[in-house]
């Protein structure tokens, strides 16, 4: 679609009628199952900032594991931006996250379970399968013919349990807490500002796991190809896979958010469409958000100019 369309793209949502209380009680069942978190000072070589390794608990009390940095000049309750990590990364190690703290904010660093194997960002999270349904390669048809046992109803449960961690944090400010990330970690971030109130801000790059059933039908990049190789072979599961999806979808996490938003797009991305992408921002529920479109760019997006463009923002918010 040329850009003026799809400024104004906003299709119809396919949401379920148990939503909310499908979440409601995801989210309830974490927070009684939780345990209190660990944060283990590193003896890192890192002279500007403190790096604890954290552990907190995650869907149904599960470890869950992180970095979190802190400038070690700055006093009183801090800013926290919480960063979600792109499909088969891992925390990988300190010194790879510093732009946050050198800009004077705590940064917490979400490992991503099960993941962390591939890309060169190496992850320490298990992701205890409690079903071993037949999968595609990679998470994201991993239990996928049930919203109940479905890969990302633990990822995004984790990811709402951060926020929870960071705003009890003595060093954090409980009302300065940002949540980030870009393509998978875009979808995370989406899907804790729909399931969060309360964040100072969403920034959302070139954001996965939005406007699933069309990404499917128009790209056939990875990862969203592993769902298209999953139906080509389980030809019966088509709308029982896309009932799942629709609880994960980002679109229609976006219809409930509250906070203020900074997305990012590419136009020549094939990996998450741009379509897929303006129907998550123009379903938005927070009239406080603005879009950054490269024009040019596929799915590395804006790099350092976009960074640039979140320093912005959260500054401003």
Known sequence: MPLDRLRDYRPDRDEPSDFDSFWDATLT??????????FALLDSELVTVDVFDVTFSGYAGQPVKGWLLIPRHLDGPLPCVIDHIGYNGGRSLPHDWLAWSAAGYANLVM???????????VGA??????VGAPQVGGFLTRGITDPATYYYRRLYTDAV????????????????VFVAGGSQGG??????????????????????????????EITDASPYAEITSYLQ??????????????YFDGVNLAARATAPALFSVGLMDVTCPPSTVFAAYNHYGAPDKE?????????EG?????RAEMYRFARNH
């Open 29 to 38: 069942q974490a927070r009684d199952a939780a345990t209190e978190p660990a």
């Open 111 to 121: 490992d991503v379970r099960g993941q962390g194997s591939k890309s060169g960002l």
């Open 125 to 130: 999270t298990a992701d205890p399968d409690p």
């Open 161 to 176: 349990r951060a926020v929870d961690t960071m705003r009890a944090h003595p060093r954090i400010d409980p009302q300065r």
């Open 187 to 216: 979808g995370v971030a989406l899907a804790v500002a729909g399931l969060e109130p309360g964040l100072a801000g969403v920034m959302v790059n070139v954001p996965f796991l939005c406007h699933i059933r069309r990404a499917t």
């Open 233 to 246: 072979t389980h030809r019966g599961d088509v709308e029982q896979v896309f009932h799942t999806l629709s």
């Open 291 to 299: 879009m950054v479109v490269w024009a040019y760019s596929g799915h």
């Open 302 to 306: 804006g790099q350092a100019q976009q």
